[in-house]
């Protein structure tokens, strides 16, 4: 089943403490994103990758890192968290249909994150 | 950037109702996209529409680009409708999807 995997889906965990989010995807699509979701401020994009080892900012980028080591992995990384990064995380890949240049965008589960 | 205006933000409606939920873009766009996030967080594609109409059960939706705005239709509602509607476009110099701030819907029994 093609689909975009989150882990963990939900975490508590406490200022200063490193912590990653993985993200999976299966579908060999090139582009990958990750997004925070709060409230009265909706979805904003972290990062972005265009493809392996090609990773910029998005929006919100400030306290986060992203890797890209491989086609189908993106972590994101908090290295020092703080509660204002207490959000409900999205990873995303997407893919482009030919000759259009459209995307379409496919989404995790979704990562809570709470920090104390 | 591209601005994405989505109304009503609320709505509460009787189960079996109809509704049109709206959004608005600022410039044109390569990709418009609606999702259903449901009451548990979870974010489901509906449609990719970029332009035209399309159906799929009881919801449908229509994009005209040059007008920039989109509609989604949801007819017969059930209480498994509620949650929020977001609708997100590629446009305007971005890369990724720029959201809209969502209309939350709940359908009463």
């Known amino acids: 089943e093609a689909q975009v995997t989150q882990n963990p889906r939900y975490l508590i965990t406490v200022t200063g403490k490193k912590l990653t989010v993985t993200c999976s995807q299966n579908?060999?699509?090139?582009?990958m994103s990750w997004y925070r979701q709060d409230p009265g401020l909706g979805l904003r994009q972290i990062y972005y990758?265009?493809?392996?080892?090609?990773?910029d900012k998005g929006d919100v980028p400030e306290g986060y890192k992203v890797s890209r080591k491989e086609k189908r992995n993106f972590p994101l990384i908090l290295e020092s968290p703080s509660p204002n990064q207490t959000s409900l995380y999205f990873c995303?890949?997407?893919?482009?249909?030919?000759?259009?240049?459209?995307?379409?965008?496919?989404f995790g589960p979704g990562t809570r994150l709470t920090v104390l | 950037g591209i601005q994405v205006e989505q109304s009503p933000p609320d709505l509460i409606l009787q189960e079996g109702a109809n509704s049109t939920l709206r959004c608005n873009f600022s410039?044109?766009?390569?990709?418009l996209q609606w999702f259903h996030q449901n009451p548990w967080g979870q974010l489901i594609n509906l449609f990719y529409?970029?332009?035209g109409t399309k159906q799929n059960g009881r919801l449908s939706a229509t994009t005209v680009a040059t007008e920039r705005y989109s509609l989604l239709y949801i007819s017969s509602s059930q209480t498994t409708d509620s949650g929020v509607y977001f609708c997100?476009?590629?446009?305007?110099?971005?890369?990724?999807?720029?959201f809209g701030k969502g209309t939350h819907l709940i359908i009463q029994p």
């Open positions: 995303a890949s997407s893919f482009q249909i030919p000759t259009s240049g459209r995307s379409v965008a496919f």
């Open positions: 579908m060999n699509h090139e582009y």
């Open positions: 990758s265009m493809n392996v080892e090609v990773t």
């Open positions: 410039d044109s766009v390569n990709n």
């Open positions: 529409i970029p332009s």
């Open positions: 997100a476009v590629v446009g305007g110099g971005a890369d990724g999807l720029t």
